[in-house]
């Protein structure tokens, strides 16, 4: 705990009512009815019985497993972090789509959680959590459930940066996962992930089209410094992606684990495989939101040649 003491929304009286439910922003309005007939069950929507984990070794097996533990508990970050925001839509009264919208997301990501735990249970059992000495530096987290309470925080930080940035990033690696992952069961799972957060990240662009012309330029500036601080302090520290983070033996085992599992075609991908998918992914994020009123500053990192 800092000396400043956090001016955080929870502390703040709660009015709800009169309850309003008009569409406000018809592009979201959109998404969240999309997103209620696109239901799947991860129990069902999936050929299980394809996934033969006869056909791999031992060792590609416990690295799978680790993998996709792994996954489920990101996934389980976002099922955390979804909550935080949706008590700043209601208290504050922002559009009720906002809400609409994020009730489904929150169970869409309990969903994956769920879809990287029965893989991981099938590939040899689900490990409940990091190992203590070699994983610990693995599950980070980005600090969005703070800034979602952070009432000196605009909203539009929060979204700019956990959703255009982050989110938009695990997208385009989604891609490039569902490209290289040649077991069907694997690829399944991340089709039908991937078919969600298509919506989530586009829910952040209509949010951030509609606000960004309403914003004052201070607010705009902490917009962002959060997307900076996004892709410098948590992405390219190795969030997502175990090879950008520093060098310890707890990446070292998590990137030995990816590159078994990536090897074996069972999801995972490695560091030459990423680096220009990551570097792209940055560079058309900075493009898009120069439509916000700024462009992001250039990035460097020691594993990838130049800035970019
Ligand atoms: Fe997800
Ligand atoms: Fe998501």
């Not at 703040?12 to 799947?40: C, G, H, M």
């Not at 030995?256 to 570097?279: H, I, Q």
């Not at 939101?289 to 970019?308: D, N, R, V, Y």
Request: with cysteine; proline share 5%; charged share 30%.
């Amino acid at each position: 705990m800092g000396a400043v003491e956090m001016r955080s929304l929870l502390d703040e009286r709660e009015s709800r009512f009169p309850l309003d439910l008009a569409v406000r922003i018809p592009k979201i309005r959109e998404l969240y009815r999309t997103a209620t007939a696109r239901q799947w069950d991860p129990l069902t929507a999936i050929a299980w019985d394809d996934l033969h984990p006869e056909n791999y070794t031992a060792e590609q097996l416990q690295a799978a497993r680790l993998y996709w533990s792994r996954r489920a508990w990101g996934e389980y970050g976002a099922i955390s972090e979804s909550p935080a925001l949706q008590i700043r839509f209601c208290q504050q009264r922002h559009e009720p789509d906002l809400r609409f919208f994020f009730a489904i997301r929150t169970q869409e990501e309990a969903r994956h959680a769920e879809a990287c735990y029965l893989l991981a249970e099938k590939l040899g059992g689900y490990i409940h959590e990091p190992m203590k000495t070699e994983f610990q530096g693995s599950v980070a987290t980005h600090g969005v459930r703070r800034m979602a309470l952070d009432l000196d925080m605009p909203l539009e930080a929060t979204i700019g940066s956990l959703v255009c940035a982050a989110e938009e990033i695990a997208f385009d690696v989604f891609g490039h996962l569902i490209r290289v992952t040649r077991n069907p069961v694997a690829r399944r799972v991340l089709q039908l992930i991937m078919r969600d957060e298509v919506r989530h990240c586009a829910f952040g662009w209509a949010y951030m089209e509609k606000r960004v012309t309403e914003l004052t330029p201070k607010q705009l500036k902490d917009v962002e410094d959060a997307v900076v601080v996004m892709i410098e302090k948590i992405e390219m520290n190795g969030y997502h992606s175990a090879w950008l983070g520093p060098d310890t033996p707890a990446t070292r085992n998590e990137t030995a684990a990816d590159r078994l599992t990536y090897e074996a075609g069972l999801g995972a991908t490695v560091e030459e495989a990423e680096k220009p998918v990551f570097v792209k992914s940055v560079k058309r994020i900075r493009k898009r939101m120069q439509a916000w009123g700024f462009t992001l500053k250039q990035f460097s990192h020691p594993k990838i040649e130049g800035a970019f």
